[in-house]
């Protein structure tokens, strides 16, 4: 069974943000971080103008992960997790998990440093056998 990513929801949410991070990882398991601004195509999210390293990473390491930080710290991040396929400078995303990460927590001391909130997942109801 699969759990499709509501992507009207994350296209919803993804207009808030000014830019996201394309996290891939290295062969020896670092994670490389490029600034990047996806756009939905259907069930997908797609990076043009992909970088070399970015897109080696992905050919041989396809679990990326897309995050849009917060502008604020009181703010969430989005976080999507895919598998990505490499075709020229383009990367495309298919969604396997999408969550609005809670707030980074206030300094220690500092009043409300203890974090109240928790993620909130941008899963549509599960539905068996389907995928985006």
């Known amino acids: 069974m699969s ?9 919803e949410e993804m207009r808030k943000y000014s830019f996201a991070y394309l996290m891939t990882s290295t062969a020896d398991g670092r994670p490389h971080a490029v600034a990047v601004s996806p756009v939905i195509d259907g069930n997908h999210l797609v990076v043009n103008g992909a970088g070399n390293t970015t897109r080696a990473n992905a050919r041989e390491r396809p679990a990326v992960a897309l ?5 604020g710290i009181e ?3 989005l976080i999507v997790d ?9 990367v495309t995303v298919t969604s396997t998990r999408a969550v ?5 927590p206030a300094p220690e001391g500092a009043p409300g440093s203890s974090c ?17």
Do not use: F
């Open 3 to 11: 759990v499709p990513v509501d992507l009207d929801r994350v296209a």
């Open 67 to 71: 995050v849009w930080p917060p502008a």
């Open 75 to 77: 703010e969430y991040s």
């Open 82 to 90: 895919g598998d990505a396929q490499v075709d020229g400078e383009t």
């Open 100 to 104: 609005l990460h809670r707030p980074a």
């Open 116 to 132: 109240g909130s928790d993620c909130v997942p941008l899963e549509s109801t599960p539905l068996e056998g389907t995928e985006l």
